[in-house]
């Protein structure tokens, strides 16, 4: 298989997100033990995910202004899918999950307005080969599909992962191109950037494309109006 080569890619914004921790099954810098324990109950993968130190958590903190760390927050998302790339097809390799944990504030912008359009981004470009990404808000509660409400999550963080193509086109209902692609797709190998730059700009503008039609009214705090926001 032929992978993406992102790190050597020109970022101007390189510095907005500090390293703090890097991928690891037992972070001291976030306390996340009891949480993940708890969401166990409501991912039934999760559990085997933990016992074989499969779910790791690399922890980022916020040193730049908005802009610039949305665009590393994708950087960062980018990154994890492709080191997860070769891994899925290894046994045990649908247990595998990359989590990236956002700390700190960047002024006049929430977390949710600095994860969203990464997150939406990401989605559309793994997606179609067979990666999952999420999003989690520090303090918030997610509603299942079964409409009981899971723990709030301690951290704001991406969770990083292979599809459940049997179960994960169910969560993309506002998009339903992005369902049917990840219900068939396989990843082939392909360059997902062929048709783009690593310019987060580019890429961003390239995300709004894929907009469900019943935009929301809301603005994002940042620099644009927010997308359409999917279940988790």
């Known amino acids: ?5 992102i790190d050597g890619a020109s970022r101007p914004t390189a510095g907005a997100l500090r390293l703090v921790e890097a991928g690891t099954a037992t972070p001291t810098t976030v306390d996340i033990a009891a949480y993940t ?25 916020v040193d730049g202004e908005a ?29 595998l999950c990359e989590n990236i944990v956002l700390l700190g504030d960047a002024q006049g912008a929430r977390h949710r307005d600095l994860m969203t359009w990464p997150y939406w981004a990401l989605r559309h470009l793994y997606g179609p080969i067979g990666i999952m990404f999420g999003k989690f808000y520090a303090g918030e509660e997610e509603l299942t599909r079964s409409g009981e409400r899971s723990p709030a ?3 704001s963080f991406l969770p990083v992962r292979a599809a459940i193509r049997g179960r994960d086109p169910r969560f993309l209902r506002s998009t339903p191109e992005l369902a049917a692609a990840l219900a068939a797709g396989e990843d082939d190998g392909r360059d997902v950037y062929q ?14 494309r894929h907009l469900p039609r019943a935009k929301p009214s809301a603005s994002s ?8 926001r999917p279940a988790s």
């Open 1 to 5: 298989m032929t992978l993406t080569r």
């Open 221 to 228: 705090r940042t620099t644009s109006a927010a997308p359409a």
């Open 37 to 61: 324990q708890r969401m166990t109950a409501h991912c039934p993968y999760l559990a085997a995910s933990l016992q074989h130190g499969f779910t790791t958590w690399t922890v980022y903190r």
């Open 153 to 155: 999550a301690p951290v």
């Open 67 to 95: 802009e610039a760390v949305e665009a590393e927050l994708f950087h960062a998302g980018a990154q994890a899918a492709e080191r997860l790339r070769p891994l899925i097809r290894r046994p045990h390799g649908t247990l």
């Open 195 to 208: 048709h783009l730059s690593y310019d987060w700009q580019e890429i961003r503008r390239w995300s709004k």
